[in-house]
């Protein structure tokens, strides 16, 4: 049996299947291998994959899977992502909408496809992009039209992975050009299609980096006519539907390099043992040395941060931050492992008889596919930034024994006092004292002082037209921000209340 790291908390069948999956992949490494080489599609390794049912771990007991969550999940993607294109369509087929009939199925559609989500029978493809739809993946054009009890779907796809080898191809089109539905994200609508339904076509392969022998195309619906059972969750809800499986399809396509970021590690220690320069074994020089060990470095932290999302999706939560930064890290690390590789095998890292190039042109594309890094990014500040422990006040009052503002819990000077012009503007001067570039928010000026918000309200507005503080509006022309105004700090306090100078500081200097 191969050698498999494990987690502690994993259980004895999510360990069991790791080392079968292992195993299976050893076994198959140099079936793909020829099929890379040939530059063909592997069907043979895919129906081995599907017959021991590695497409089954996130499908239910009772649907045919194995149930072994979205940590299951991951472990299957790790290690089928090392059998080339196998862990392309893997992922794909994982993304093609397993979560999504999970969670918006009706009990007979699950009864009807997870199955064959399970035994494999059915590769899945997943059908966001349009040339008008990229990150911008709400701007779907194509249409469908309910007709009787059929929709009739008009459009196209693009940089569908799985395009062509796929059977079931999970589709996301617009079913109003309502603006208002468009404004609440209630146009696009969820359908499967099957392959064969007549005006539903392959229309291009594209020649792909990384993916030498998967399969990534385009896709035409010309009057394509599907019963209304293929309709996956309510009309106009396909957002929510597509949103609905985003983390575990981030987190499957991060697992997906884990195992590789292993195969090179020992890649890394084979080559540099027998390659010699200057009368010493490569792994000598203190530079490769750190270069392996910043390799083992990352493929840990990216196996650790992987498998504790998929504990938190297995729990229940919804680790949206932490899919993203898995599948930001992942991506980054496989790009930057990928260079370093190639750096410590030289020469021989460029050329396709290692794998290290590979990895390198892998890392890039999965920095674009299933959300690019920018849109990770964009998800880790936005869901981040709605946390209430990243918008607690960072208080910070000033203390006359030190002479200087300290971080405290203490009420502050001002507490209690009558809410008025005068007393909430030294307030807001006093800030300066502390904070002297930043604007305070009306709840700052109220934790100070205390009042209610209408008072505080009257009070600011009374400021504004006395000329004493600065504002700044939010986008609904309501006050977001004030800061005391020049005019401000000089009538709050006497000039010398804002002084302030170190200890060591010459007398003779001061003015
Ligand atoms: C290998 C591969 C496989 C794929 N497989 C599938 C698939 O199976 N199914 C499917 O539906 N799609 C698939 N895609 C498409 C993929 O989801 C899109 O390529 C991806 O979402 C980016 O869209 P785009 O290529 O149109 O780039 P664009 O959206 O045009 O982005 C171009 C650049 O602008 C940046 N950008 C865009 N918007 C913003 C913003 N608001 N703020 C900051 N920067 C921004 C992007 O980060 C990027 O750097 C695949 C793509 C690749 C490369």
């Not at 990534?216 to 059972?229: E, T």
Request: proline content about 4%.
């Amino acid at each position: 049996m191969v050698d498999v790291d494990t987690f502690f908390w994993w259980s004895d069948e999510q360990k069991e299947f790791a080392k079968k999956v292992a195993q299976f992949v050893e076994d198959n490494l140099e079936e793909a291998e020829l099929y890379f080489w040939k530059q063909k599609f592997p069907h043979s390794i895919v129906k081995k994959v599907a017959k021991e049912g590695f497409f089954g771990p996130g499908v239910p007991k009772k649907y045919g899977g194995l149930e072994l969550g979205a940590t299951g999940g991951c472990i299957a993607a790790e290690q089928l992502g090392r059998l080339y294109a196998v862990g392309h369509v893997f992922t794909v087929s994982m993304l093609a909408g397993l979560e999504q009939i999970l969670r918006f199925g009706t009990e007979e559609q699950k009864e009807a496809w997870l199955p064959s989500v399970a035994d494999g029978s059915e590769i899945g493809a997943v059908c966001i992009s349009e040339p008008f739809a990229g990150s911008d993946a709400a701007n779907v054009m194509t249409t469908a039209t309910k007709d009787g009890d059929e929709w009739v779907l008009n459009g196209k796809k693009r940089m569908i992975t799985a395009a062509g080898v796929a059977d079931r191809y999970f589709t996301y089109a617009k079913t109003s050009d309502d603006p208002e539905d468009r404004k609440q994200y209630a146009h696009i609508t969820s359908f499967v299609v099957k392959k064969g339904t007549p005006g539903f076509s392959l229309e291009k392969i594209n020649p792909l980096m990384g993916f030498d022998n998967a399969p990534n195309g385009y896709l035409d619906f010309d009057n394509v006519r599907i019963p209304d059972f293929n309709r996956v969750g309510e009309v106009g809800k396909g957002w929510a539907v597509m949103m609905a499986g985003l983390n575990f399809e981030r987190l499957i396509g991060a697992a997906v390099f884990g195992g590789t970021f292993s195969d090179l590690v020992e890649l890394a220690f084979y080559y540099t043992k027998r390659r010699v320069q200057f009368g010493k074994t490569t792994n000598r020089f203190p530079g490769i040395q750190n270069e392996i060990a910043d390799i083992i470095a990352k493929a840990k932290v990216s196996r650790l941060f992987t498998y504790n999302c998929a504990k938190l999706l297995d729990d229940g939560k919804e680790p949206m931050v932490e899919a993203s930064i898995a599948k930001m890290i992942n991506t980054q690390y496989a790009r930057e492992i990928g260079t370093q590789i190639i750096q410590i095998l030289g020469g021989d890292g460029l050329t396709k008889f290692y794998p290290a190039e590979r990895l390198l042109k892998e890392g890039k594309t999965g920095e674009i596919v299933a959300g690019t890094t920018e849109v990770q990014k964009m998800i880790i500040y936005r869901f981040s930034a709605m946390l209430p422990r990243y918008n607690k006040a960072f208080r910070l009052r000033w203390n006359d024994e030190v002479n200087a503002p300290i971080a405290s819990k203490k009420d502050s000077q001002f507490k209690g006092l009558e809410l008025n012009n005068e007393n909430v503007l030294k307030v807001i001067a006093h800030d300066y004292k502390v904070n002297p570039g930043l604007y305070m928010t009306p709840d700052d000026v109220r934790e100070d002082i205390g009042g209610s918000r209408s008072a505080l309200r009257k009070v600011l507005d009374s400021l504004i037209e006395r000329k004493l503080i600065a504002v700044h509006r939010d986008r609904q022309g309501k006050i977001a921000l004030i800061k005391a105004n020049y005019e401000g700090l000089q009538k709050a306090f006497p000039k010398e209340y804002y002084k302030w100078f170190p200890e060591w500081y010459d007398e003779a200097d001061k003015f």
